[in-house]
């Protein structure tokens, strides 16, 4: 089925922005690739080191160049809850290899940390550049060039971009990823919501406060809100690199051990060595990446992927930008309720259809492109399923044809809202962008003073003296990635919700992020360019009326224009922001960093090569 005009609009523009980054990567990986297992570039010495410690079978096999080798790379630890299931994936994928014929090899791990419990901490300032860390850790773990596919275990905010922009730099290994699931439902979203909001009116205390919370973060598993880390799980299934239906499989079940076991037998099948051949650069392409923006749009997702899936895009040689979001979101329809989006969570959403349902209806709808590559083989619809367990085999079955409940999950043709809740906003305050699928439509445009800020806990500070019982419009500077590592801004949340509750006109603008627990409140986010590129935000002063329009995608401070020309932008001594916590080790990303329009990324597209020097760099294999 072909797609609606519009989507194909936007993906031609994209393929002819792309074009000569997209060549040359595609370029680089038929370079990469060897018609052989990639340890036949190894010499004896090399090839010794990467199997000394192997079972002697396994040792053989590798000896005999005669089995492919999978890598594990894995954000296990176990103090985060989403990551802590991963202990146990490395022996299950090792077993289901071995009975397959091949061999995996625990290749490396990452790191993981988590925005819940760094968040309004100054480790939040290390979370957006742990990204680009993680890819590098990734690339790490494969630069040992002795496998022939990948296995990713990977689930929450940063390392799931991380991860598979480290496999994008080595794109011509099939790549699998391996969900770890949500932790089963705990306390309500609207209850949760309501015992925050006390605890910042100090109606109530800090241990009535971690009860509560306690009580909603309760065992293994991923939050069960649909934030970044489930905005993850749900745009690794659109692009095709999980199994259909294995996002929200929830730990220690008998089906997520299958899938677990079955996504290594999976890798092992699409590898350079047999005829299903499928990279993980051909993978993820122009029509896949808008797929993905798509069905991001679609189910209310974390605004923290305008920047992750722009980083990913750009290391696969695509280039994408707010634009092209914006452009999508007004034609993609809303097909799910999901907190913050409305009260269910994931597991409900999963109940009622999940996400076989979601990529079947959008396919239908000609909203994404059905003739793309998976680890299933070339076409989309096959992961228009779900996964059940008979007896010890997974088997696939459709998704179903009807919503389990329509208050979570809808048909494109009668969806929540006509579009997808994203709006590029500009004006005189540089870009942004902002998430309205959860604010009212009386809020979406704010004309209001400015209230100018420079941190968190200024703002908490003027909350808590009673200093904000008006209509304003925070200004929080200062806090993109140049200047502090871009955190998010969650701990205003309760306040500005209870402002809003009590009758106050109010929005956030900011050059930081909110990510996918922003709800209600308008707030105009990754505002570029940011304070210390130059970005007009540092010439805001308080009383200036600002007007914040979601409807006409307008970010103004109604100054008069001679004025504005002549101020100068507020300077800050940022150092207490970039020493201790390890903060002064990341340095380096603060100063390379790219705009959050470019991905907030620390490194670029792939330089275009000449075809000569292309095949003047062409690897040569070694001689064991």
């Not at 990467?50 to 396994?58: C, E, I, K, L, V």
């Not at 199994?243 to 699409?270: C, D, V």
């Not at 996400?355 to 793309?372: K, N, P, Q, W």
């Not at 990635?481 to 509750?501: F, K, S, V, W």
């Amino acid at each position: 089925m072909s797609v609606q005009a519009s989507v194909a609009k936007v993906t031609e523009r994209i393929v002819a922005r792309s074009q000569p980054y997209r060549s040359a990567y595609l370029a680089r990986l038929e370079q990469a690739r060897r018609q052989d297992v990639q340890r036949g570039a190894l010499s004896c010495t090399n090839l010794a080191h990467g199997f000394a410690a192997f079972p002697t079978n396994d040792k053989l096999r590798l000896k005999q160049d005669k089995s492919s080798s999978v890598a594990i790379v894995s954000s296990y630890n176990d103090m985060l809850s989403a990551h802590q299931p991963f202990e146990h994936y490395p022996q299950i994928i090792k077993d289901a290899v071995h009975a397959a014929g091949g061999v995996a090899q625990f290749a490396g791990g990452t790191p993981a940390m988590c925005d819940g419990v760094t968040q309004g901490q100054p480790g939040m300032e290390l979370s957006l550049f742990s990204r680009d860390a993680i890819a590098m850790a990734t690339a790490i773990a494969l630069s040992h060039n002795m496998f022939d596919a990948a296995v990713y275990l990977g689930i929450c905010d940063k390392i799931v971009p991380g991860l598979l922009i480290g496999a994008l730099h080595f794109g011509h290994l099939p790549a699998v990823f391996i969900p770890g699931g949500p932790m089963t439902s705990g306390m309500t979203n609207k209850e949760k919501v309501k015992i925050r909001q006390l605890y910042a009116e100090g109606k109530i205390g800090r241990a009535e406060l971690l009860e509560a919370e306690a009580k909603s973060y309760h065992s293994a598993g991923t939050c069960t809100f649909y934030g970044t880390a489930n905005s993850n799980q749900m745009l690794m299934e659109a692009l095709g690199l999980h199994l259909p239906g294995s996002a929200f499989i929830t730990p220690n079940t008998p089906l997520r051990a299958a899938l677990t076991a079955e996504a290594g037998r999976q890798a092992l099948k699409i590898t350079d060595r047999g005829d299903q051949y499928l990279p993980v650069g051909h993978v993820v392409s122009e029509k896949s990446i808008v797929n993905a923006i798509v069905t991001l749009l679609a189910t209310g997702g974390s605004t923290n992927h305008t920047l992750h899936l722009v980083a990913i895009a750009k290391a696969a040689g695509i280039v994408i930008d707010w634009n092209d979001f914006d452009a999508l979101s007004a034609v993609v329809p809303l097909v799910t309720r999901i907190y913050p989006n409305g009260d269910a969570d994931v597991n409900h959403f999963h109940a009622a259809g999940g996400t076989g349902f979601v990529i079947r209806e959008l396919l239908d709808a000609g909203l994404m492109h059905e003739d793309v590559k998976t680890i299933l083989g070339d076409s989309l619809r096959a992961h228009c399923a779900e996964p059940f367990l008979e007896g010890e085999s997974v088997v696939f079955k459709p998704a179903p044809a009807v919503s389990g409940d329509d208050s979570v999950l809808r048909t494109a043709t009668a969806p929540f809202s006509a579009d997808g809740g994203l709006r590029l906003l500009t004006g005189n305050l540089g870009r942004s962008v902002i998430k309205i699928s959860a604010v009212k439509k009386e809020h979406w445009v704010v004309q209001a003073p400015a209230l100018v800020f420079h941190s968190q806990e200024a703002f908490m500070k003027a909350f808590r003296a009673g200093e904000l019982d008006r209509d304003f419009v925070a200004v929080l500077s200062h806090q993109g990635p140049r200047a502090n590592g871009m955190p998010e801004l969650h701990a205003l949340t309760p306040a500005l919700g209870i402002l809003q509750d009590a009758g106050r006109h109010v929005a956030l603008i900011t050059d930081g992020r909110m990510s996918g627990a922003s709800g209600k409140v308008p707030a105009a986010i990754h505002v570029t360019p940011e304070v210390l590129a130059g970005g007009p935000l540092g010439l805001v002063r308080d009383g200036d009326m600002i007007r914040m329009d979601a409807e006409q995608g307008i970010l103004e401070a109604l100054v008069p224009t001679e004025e504005w020309a002549q101020r100068q932008p507020l300077t800050l001594d940022l150092t207490a922001n970039h020493v201790g916590m390890g903060r002064e080790l990341f340095a380096m990303f603060r100063t390379t960093v790219s705009a959050a329009e470019e991905g907030a990324t620390s490194f670029g597209l792939p330089p275009v090569l000449h075809d000569q020097e292309s095949a003047e760099q062409q690897p040569q294999k070694a001689t064991i």
